[in-house]
């Protein structure tokens, strides 16, 4: 039975990752975040919150342009390394592949199956994190792993959603679901 | 493999589908929002994504304080028809059960497994669509539905996911994971 608690709960998983790239001078990173939606359809845009002693937040903040990237299940550990180490200590993209993306020069990561590039169009301060505020500028995506409708085809993808505590389940084909479209 | 496409692509999905609750004066309505994430954890602060031709749109910049309700698998269809139906034509809180929040008096549906009372403290204008960021002021949950962990008891609570194209996945006991904790 749902009750009140006098204590602050933030559950809202399980959800996806997003792997952030950036590149400016002669750095880049990755981190992983996990504060992250659509905000607007027309122009396309898309926010993150990144926790201000983060390595990557000087460089977001430099470049003014980022990229998205979504790995899939198989990569979760990636995912996961990204999230715990940082790049004041290590370069993270050593072994990682990629490319650089075309409208903003942010690594792609050639693993991903989605990747979108962002560029930074506002940043606000909210609590202890910066809201990152971006029009999508470029897009990229493995079609073959995608249905003609533009659902991802989860008998070839397996998405990995961070449900807490290190935790990340599968989605896959195995799923059940209910569909609602007439 | 991954390409560039010359077109747009949104897809970070599958992703929870909040519930969107308001109460102003005499009216209330419940709208589902497939846009929001954290923003902060100290203090705690949540940013959902409005288009201002909602319903909702006013009721929200009016009260200045909304709630965000989750609901398990088993009520997909309460989630789907909150969000192709308009509160401009339909009273959709008439067939749910719900309390008045007791900070905000917004309505906190008692079907939700995890409920969050919002204090808006600020709506950004980014594209189509407003932005309204909150603090968390009250927290409900359905404590038998998780562990002593925190995280939730899959063989008790089935967590819907929207995937697109009005298909909802289950997430249950029954799917892959991966734990990275040491």
Not at 77 to 84: N, P, R
């Amino acid at each position: 039975m749902l009750e009140r608690l006098d204590k602050t709960v933030m559950h809202s998983y399980p959800g996806m990752v997003a792997l952030v790239t950036v590149a400016v001078e002669e750095e880049h990173n990755i981190m992983a975040c996990g504060w992250h939606t659509y905000i607007s359809y027309e122009p396309p845009m898309y926010g993150v919150s990144i926790g201000r002693e983060r390595y990557s937040y000087q460089l977001l903040k430099k470049a003014g342009k980022f990229a998205i990237n979504f790995l899939p299940f198989e990569k979760a550990e990636v995912i996961q390394k990204a999230g715990v180490t940082s790049g004041a200590d290590t370069d993270k993209l050593s072994t990682q592949s990629f490319i650089e993306g075309e409208a903003t020069g942010a690594p792609i990561l050639k693993e991903a199956y989605v990747v979108y590039e962002c560029e930074t169009v506002d940043v606000k301060t909210y609590g202890d994190h910066d809201f990152f505020v971006a029009e999508l500028v470029g897009f990229y995506r493995d079609e073959a792993l995608f249905l003609s409708n533009g659902l991802p085809n989860l008998k070839q993808l397996s998405i990995p959603l961070y449900l807490g505590r290190s935790r990340y389940v599968k989605l896959d084909d195995r799923v059940g679901y209910k569909d609602f479209l007439k």
